[in-house]
Protein backbone atom coordinates (compact mmCIF):
# COMPACT_ATOMS: atom_id res chain seq x y z
CA UNK A 1 0.00 0.00 0.00
CA UNK A 2 2.65 2.33 1.27
CA UNK A 3 4.69 1.54 -2.28
CA UNK A 4 1.37 2.35 -4.36
CA UNK A 5 1.64 5.33 -2.32
CA UNK A 6 5.17 6.65 -3.00
CA UNK A 7 4.35 5.24 -7.07
CA UNK A 8 1.60 7.66 -7.49
CA UNK A 9 3.53 10.63 -5.78
CA UNK A 10 6.40 11.31 -7.47
CA UNK A 11 5.03 11.32 -10.78
CA UNK A 12 2.39 13.70 -10.26
CA UNK A 13 5.86 15.72 -8.36
CA UNK A 14 7.35 15.34 -11.52
CA UNK A 15 4.48 16.75 -13.26
CA UNK A 16 3.93 19.74 -11.24
CA UNK A 17 8.00 20.87 -11.53
CA UNK A 18 7.55 20.53 -15.07
CA UNK A 19 4.61 22.04 -15.62
CA UNK A 20 6.06 24.98 -12.86
CA UNK A 21 9.20 24.95 -14.79
CA UNK A 22 7.34 25.24 -18.42
CA UNK A 23 4.39 27.81 -17.45
CA UNK A 24 6.55 30.50 -15.12
CA UNK A 25 8.43 32.36 -17.71
CA UNK A 26 4.83 32.47 -19.69
CA UNK A 27 3.25 33.83 -17.04
CA UNK A 28 6.66 36.36 -16.24
CA UNK A 29 5.99 37.68 -19.56
CA UNK A 30 2.46 38.28 -19.39
CA UNK A 31 2.64 40.01 -15.89
CA UNK A 32 5.56 42.05 -17.06
CA UNK A 33 3.36 43.01 -19.94
CA UNK A 34 1.14 44.69 -17.44
CA UNK A 35 3.45 46.48 -15.04
CA UNK A 36 4.72 50.09 -14.78
CA UNK A 37 8.20 50.55 -16.11
CA UNK A 38 9.32 51.01 -12.63
CA UNK A 39 8.57 48.01 -11.36
CA UNK A 40 9.86 46.20 -14.36
CA UNK A 41 13.84 47.27 -13.29
CA UNK A 42 12.90 47.28 -9.75
CA UNK A 43 16.11 45.16 -7.44
CA UNK A 44 12.80 43.46 -5.49
CA UNK A 45 10.84 40.98 -8.17
CA UNK A 46 7.44 42.51 -8.57
CA UNK A 47 5.45 38.97 -8.86
CA UNK A 48 2.24 40.37 -9.87
CA UNK A 49 1.52 44.13 -11.36
CA UNK A 50 0.16 46.40 -8.38
CA UNK A 51 -1.46 48.82 -11.25
CA UNK A 52 -1.90 46.97 -14.43
CA UNK A 53 -1.16 49.66 -17.11
CA UNK A 54 -1.71 48.98 -21.13
CA UNK A 55 0.36 51.70 -22.07
CA UNK A 56 2.92 49.38 -23.52
CA UNK A 57 0.83 47.02 -25.76
CA UNK A 58 -0.16 50.50 -26.89
CA UNK A 59 3.80 51.35 -27.68
CA UNK A 60 4.04 47.77 -29.07
CA UNK A 61 1.17 48.40 -31.40
CA UNK A 62 2.00 51.49 -32.42
CA UNK A 63 5.59 50.55 -33.69
CA UNK A 64 6.22 51.52 -37.18
CA UNK A 65 4.82 48.40 -39.60
CA UNK A 66 3.07 46.29 -36.94
CA UNK A 67 0.08 45.96 -38.92
CA UNK A 68 2.07 45.24 -42.32
CA UNK A 69 4.02 42.25 -40.56
CA UNK A 70 0.90 40.93 -38.94
CA UNK A 71 -0.78 40.74 -42.17
CA UNK A 72 2.38 39.11 -43.49
CA UNK A 73 2.92 36.62 -40.75
CA UNK A 74 -0.76 35.72 -41.22
CA UNK A 75 -0.66 35.25 -44.76
CA UNK A 76 2.41 33.49 -44.97
CA UNK A 77 2.14 31.22 -42.20
CA UNK A 78 -1.31 30.37 -43.57
CA UNK A 79 -0.94 29.71 -47.22
CA UNK A 80 2.44 27.58 -46.24
CA UNK A 81 0.43 25.37 -43.74
CA UNK A 82 -2.37 24.70 -46.21
CA UNK A 83 -0.41 24.06 -49.04
CA UNK A 84 1.60 21.49 -46.89
CA UNK A 85 -1.63 19.96 -46.20
CA UNK A 86 -2.96 19.69 -49.44
CA UNK A 87 0.21 18.17 -50.90
CA UNK A 88 0.38 16.11 -47.74
CA UNK A 89 -3.10 14.57 -48.24
CA UNK A 90 -2.00 13.20 -51.56
CA UNK A 91 1.66 12.10 -51.03
CA UNK A 92 0.61 9.92 -47.94
CA UNK A 93 -2.12 8.46 -49.63
CA UNK A 94 0.13 7.23 -52.32
CA UNK A 95 2.45 6.32 -49.70
CA UNK A 96 0.31 3.96 -47.72
CA UNK A 97 -1.55 2.69 -50.22
CA UNK A 98 0.32 2.38 -53.22
CA UNK A 99 2.99 0.02 -53.70
CA UNK A 100 5.60 1.59 -56.42
CA UNK A 101 8.93 1.55 -57.62
CA UNK A 102 11.12 3.67 -55.46
CA UNK A 103 8.54 3.80 -52.75
CA UNK A 104 11.20 2.79 -49.76
CA UNK A 105 13.40 5.42 -51.13
CA UNK A 106 11.23 8.05 -51.34
CA UNK A 107 10.87 7.35 -47.79
CA UNK A 108 13.98 7.46 -46.41
CA UNK A 109 13.97 10.89 -48.07
CA UNK A 110 10.89 12.42 -46.87
CA UNK A 111 12.50 11.15 -42.94
CA UNK A 112 16.16 12.66 -43.87
CA UNK A 113 14.46 16.04 -44.73
CA UNK A 114 12.81 15.90 -41.22
CA UNK A 115 15.58 15.80 -39.58
CA UNK A 116 17.60 18.13 -41.84
CA UNK A 117 18.60 21.34 -39.77
CA UNK A 118 17.15 24.14 -41.98
CA UNK A 119 19.15 26.90 -40.36
CA UNK A 120 22.58 25.70 -42.08
CA UNK A 121 21.02 25.88 -45.55
CA UNK A 122 19.99 29.36 -45.43
CA UNK A 123 22.80 30.65 -47.77
CA UNK A 124 22.36 27.91 -50.08
CA UNK A 125 18.68 29.39 -49.72
CA UNK A 126 19.68 32.96 -50.19
CA UNK A 127 21.70 32.58 -53.35
CA UNK A 128 18.44 30.77 -54.77
CA UNK A 129 15.94 33.21 -54.28
CA UNK A 130 18.86 36.57 -55.37
CA UNK A 131 19.85 34.71 -58.51
CA UNK A 132 15.57 34.39 -59.01
CA UNK A 133 15.69 37.94 -58.12
CA UNK A 134 12.91 37.38 -55.60
CA UNK A 135 14.71 39.00 -52.69
CA UNK A 136 12.00 40.89 -50.53
CA UNK A 137 9.46 38.81 -51.42
CA UNK A 138 6.82 36.89 -49.51
CA UNK A 139 6.87 34.40 -52.19
CA UNK A 140 9.98 32.60 -51.30
CA UNK A 141 9.66 32.47 -47.72
CA UNK A 142 6.09 30.76 -48.20
CA UNK A 143 7.44 28.30 -50.44
CA UNK A 144 10.51 27.21 -47.65
CA UNK A 145 7.84 27.02 -44.75
CA UNK A 146 5.85 25.15 -46.63
CA UNK A 147 8.88 23.10 -47.68
CA UNK A 148 10.18 23.01 -43.80
CA UNK A 149 6.82 21.32 -42.68
CA UNK A 150 5.95 19.18 -45.27
CA UNK A 151 8.08 16.04 -44.67
CA UNK A 152 6.35 15.88 -41.07
CA UNK A 153 3.28 16.49 -42.10
CA UNK A 154 3.60 13.17 -44.58
CA UNK A 155 5.13 11.00 -41.90
CA UNK A 156 2.15 12.14 -40.08
CA UNK A 157 -0.90 11.95 -42.01
CA UNK A 158 0.61 8.59 -43.58
CA UNK A 159 0.47 6.59 -40.24
CA UNK A 160 -3.35 7.79 -40.12
CA UNK A 161 -4.04 6.87 -43.81
CA UNK A 162 -2.37 3.66 -43.19
CA UNK A 163 -4.43 3.21 -40.01
CA UNK A 164 -7.50 3.37 -42.41
CA UNK A 165 -9.31 -0.57 -42.94
CA UNK A 166 -8.66 -0.81 -46.51
CA UNK A 167 -12.14 -2.58 -46.46
CA UNK A 168 -13.75 0.81 -46.22
CA UNK A 169 -12.32 2.40 -49.01
CA UNK A 170 -12.80 -0.93 -50.97
CA UNK A 171 -16.21 -1.21 -49.97
CA UNK A 172 -17.37 2.32 -51.15
CA UNK A 173 -15.56 1.75 -54.03
CA UNK A 174 -18.02 -1.08 -54.48
CA UNK A 175 -20.94 1.25 -53.60
CA UNK A 176 -19.76 3.04 -57.11
CA UNK A 177 -17.63 5.92 -55.81
CA UNK A 178 -14.31 6.38 -57.55
CA UNK A 179 -10.86 6.20 -55.81
CA UNK A 180 -10.79 9.83 -55.20
CA UNK A 181 -14.74 9.82 -53.99
CA UNK A 182 -13.71 7.36 -52.05
CA UNK A 183 -10.58 8.79 -50.26
CA UNK A 184 -13.06 11.96 -49.52
CA UNK A 185 -15.86 10.74 -48.16
CA UNK A 186 -14.16 7.48 -46.02
CA UNK A 187 -10.51 8.28 -45.67
CA UNK A 188 -10.45 12.25 -45.23
CA UNK A 189 -13.10 12.63 -42.25
CA UNK A 190 -11.20 9.81 -40.30
CA UNK A 191 -7.79 12.07 -41.15
CA UNK A 192 -9.39 15.06 -38.77
CA UNK A 193 -7.37 14.36 -35.82
CA UNK A 194 -3.78 14.36 -37.86
CA UNK A 195 -4.81 17.28 -39.80
CA UNK A 196 -5.39 19.22 -36.53
CA UNK A 197 -1.63 17.95 -34.99
CA UNK A 198 0.04 18.84 -38.28
CA UNK A 199 -1.62 22.39 -38.69
CA UNK A 200 -0.73 23.28 -35.53
CA UNK A 201 3.10 22.04 -35.55
CA UNK A 202 2.90 24.07 -38.84
CA UNK A 203 1.67 26.98 -37.69
CA UNK A 204 4.23 27.41 -34.96
CA UNK A 205 7.04 25.90 -37.28
CA UNK A 206 6.85 29.21 -39.82
CA UNK A 207 5.18 31.73 -37.03
CA UNK A 208 8.50 31.39 -35.07
CA UNK A 209 10.65 31.08 -38.14
CA UNK A 210 13.33 33.70 -37.84
CA UNK A 211 16.42 33.47 -39.18
CA UNK A 212 15.07 32.95 -43.00
CA UNK A 213 13.29 36.23 -43.49
CA UNK A 214 16.16 37.96 -41.49
CA UNK A 215 18.29 36.99 -44.30
CA UNK A 216 15.77 37.12 -47.22
CA UNK A 217 13.87 40.15 -46.63
CA UNK A 218 15.39 42.89 -45.05
CA UNK A 219 12.13 45.54 -46.60
CA UNK A 220 9.83 46.07 -43.55
CA UNK A 221 7.17 46.02 -45.86
CA UNK A 222 8.38 42.29 -46.53
CA UNK A 223 9.41 41.11 -43.54
CA UNK A 224 7.09 39.34 -40.16
CA UNK A 225 6.33 39.77 -36.79
CA UNK A 226 9.46 37.54 -35.26
CA UNK A 227 11.61 40.70 -36.57
CA UNK A 228 9.13 43.10 -34.81
CA UNK A 229 10.44 41.28 -32.03
CA UNK A 230 13.95 42.85 -32.09
CA UNK A 231 12.80 46.64 -32.62
CA UNK A 232 12.16 47.80 -29.26
CA UNK A 233 15.60 49.34 -28.38
CA UNK A 234 16.06 53.02 -27.35
CA UNK A 235 19.02 54.84 -26.37
CA UNK A 236 19.24 53.68 -22.81
CA UNK A 237 18.66 49.89 -23.69
CA UNK A 238 15.93 47.78 -23.98
CA UNK A 239 12.01 48.90 -23.32
CA UNK A 240 10.91 45.63 -21.83
CA UNK A 241 8.23 46.31 -20.68
CA UNK A 242 7.31 47.21 -25.04
CA UNK A 243 9.04 43.95 -25.38
CA UNK A 244 7.27 41.40 -23.24
CA UNK A 245 3.83 42.81 -24.66
CA UNK A 246 5.38 42.45 -27.97
CA UNK A 247 6.22 38.57 -27.45
CA UNK A 248 2.33 38.56 -25.52
CA UNK A 249 0.89 39.52 -28.77
CA UNK A 250 3.18 37.30 -30.64
CA UNK A 251 2.11 34.27 -28.99
CA UNK A 252 -1.46 35.18 -28.25
CA UNK A 253 -2.46 33.40 -31.97
CA UNK A 254 -0.18 30.54 -31.07
CA UNK A 255 -1.83 30.00 -27.47
CA UNK A 256 -5.36 30.42 -28.88
CA UNK A 257 -4.92 27.78 -31.72
CA UNK A 258 -3.44 25.52 -29.20
CA UNK A 259 -6.20 26.14 -26.80
CA UNK A 260 -8.66 24.83 -29.64
CA UNK A 261 -6.98 22.07 -31.12
CA UNK A 262 -4.58 20.66 -28.30
CA UNK A 263 -6.60 17.41 -27.23
CA UNK A 264 -6.72 16.39 -30.85
CA UNK A 265 -3.54 17.50 -31.34
CA UNK A 266 -1.73 15.65 -28.81
CA UNK A 267 -3.41 12.12 -29.55
CA UNK A 268 -2.50 13.49 -33.41
CA UNK A 269 0.73 13.13 -32.60
CA UNK A 270 0.82 10.40 -30.62
CA UNK A 271 -1.34 7.55 -32.99
CA UNK A 272 0.41 9.20 -35.64
CA UNK A 273 3.63 8.32 -35.01
CA UNK A 274 2.91 4.49 -34.06
CA UNK A 275 0.70 3.26 -36.87
CA UNK A 276 1.47 2.56 -40.51
Excluded at 15 to 44: C, H, N, Q, R
Excluded at 89 to 105: D, E, N, Q
Excluded at 122 to 128: G, H, M
Excluded at 168 to 182: F, H, W, Y
Amino acid sequence: MKSSFLGRIWPNAAAALLVGVFVFPVYWMFSTAFKEAKDIVTDTPMWFPTSPTFQHFKTATEAEGFWTLLRNSLLVTTIAVTLSLLIALFASFALARMRFKGRRGFILAVMIAQMAPWEVMVIAIYLIVRDADMLNSLVPLTIFYMVMVLPFTILTLRGYVAAVPKELEESAMVDGCTRPQAFIKVIFPLLAPGLMATSLFGFVTAWNEFSMILVLNKDLEAQTLPIWLTSFRTTFGDDWGATMAASTIFAIPVLVLFVFLQRKAVSGLTEGAVKG
